[in-house]
Nanobody, 115 residues
Framework: QVQLVESGGGLVQSGGSLRLSCAAPGSIFSIYVMGWYRQAPGKQRELVASVTSDGNTNYADSVKGRFTISRDNAKNTVYLQMNSLKPGDTAIYYC?????????WGRGTQVTVSS
C-alpha cells in the first residue's frame, strides 16, 4: 500500500501564507509526477499544481503567481508554497502521485482562508 502523507494545512487570514508538504516512498517519488489537487465543498476536485521528476511544473491559472510547487529529491517530499491566499482557496488539498495512468492519493489536509 503506497502512502502519501500530507501536512501543513490550517487556518490563515486572507493574504497570508501556508506551506504544504507531502512525503512519498522513494520508489514512487523518483519517477512519478507529483501534484497537488484541491476540492472545495460542492465542487469537483481540481489540479492546483504538478511537478515532473525532472522539475517541470504546471499550475492552474487561478494560482499562478501565488503558489509554488517544488520537490526535494533527497527527502522524497513535494511542497506547495501558498502565498497571498484568498477565501476562494479554501478546500481540502490532496497530494497525488501519477504515472502511466496509475494514481495514488493522500488523505488530504484542510486549508481554510478567512476573510
Amino acid at each position: 500500500q503506497v502512502q502519501l502523507v500530507e501536512s501543513g494545512g490550517g487556518l490563515v487570514q486572507s493574504g497570508g501564507s501556508l506551506r504544504l508538504s507531502c512525503a512519498a516512498p522513494g520508489s514512487i517519488f523518483s519517477i512519478y509526477v507529483m501534484g497537488w489537487y484541491r476540492q472545495a465543498p460542492g465542487k469537483q476536485r481540481e489540479l492546483v499544481a504538478s511537478v515532473t521528476s525532472d522539475g517541470n511544473t504546471n499550475y492552474a491559472d487561478s494560482v499562478k503567481g501565488r503558489f509554488t510547487i517544488s520537490r526535494d529529491n533527497a527527502k522524497n517530499t513535494v511542497y506547495l508554497q501558498m502565498n497571498s491566499l484568498k477565501p476562494g482557496d479554501t478546500a481540502i488539498y490532496y497530494c497525488n502521485a501519477e504515472r502511466h495512468g496509475i494514481s495514488y492519493w493522500g488523505r488530504g489536509t484542510q486549508v481554510t482562508v478567512s476573510s
